[in-house]
């Protein structure tokens, strides 16, 4: 290469990587698309319900995660004002509070599988 052209960023070995993960990507596309074709009409409604139901859990499970870290950080900010020492018994019970509450022990056992 002359001191002229530019090079392509990233050298060669982001180029490789770049073109086995767009391929890697395509097959996976192909193969998604094939399983599509091949099931049935009634088959792909079952699936769409079953998603349906899915993405229904995970939302209530992410607004009761959203509700617990609302009020926590609510009871965190009414803390602030505290001396140290009751603050620290208070933000120790929070704590508690927080990693008991079912929607946090649903994610942690989710995590740890």
């Known amino acids: 290469m002359s001191p002229s052209t530019p090079r392509p960023a990233g050298g060669a070995i982001a180029q490789l990587l770049g073109s086995t ?16 074709r091949a099931k ?9 319900a079953q998603l349906s139901t899915g993405l229904y859990r995970l939302i209530h499970k992410y607004q009761a995660l959203r509700l617990a870290v ?3 950080s609510r009871a965190y ?6 001396p140290l020492v009751p603050r620290y018994n208070l933000l120790k019970a929070m ?17 740890n599988d």
């Open 70 to 72: 609302r009020e926590l």
């Open 40 to 48: 049935s009409i009634e088959n792909l409604r079952e699936e769409c």
């Open 95 to 111: 704590i508690k509070r927080i990693l008991r509450t079912p929607a946090v022990d649903e994610l942690d056992s989710i995590l």
């Open 77 to 82: 900010q009414h803390t602030r004002f505290y």
């Open 21 to 36: 993960i767009c391929i890697a990507e395509r097959t996976k596309d192909s193969s998604f698309y094939t399983a599509l």
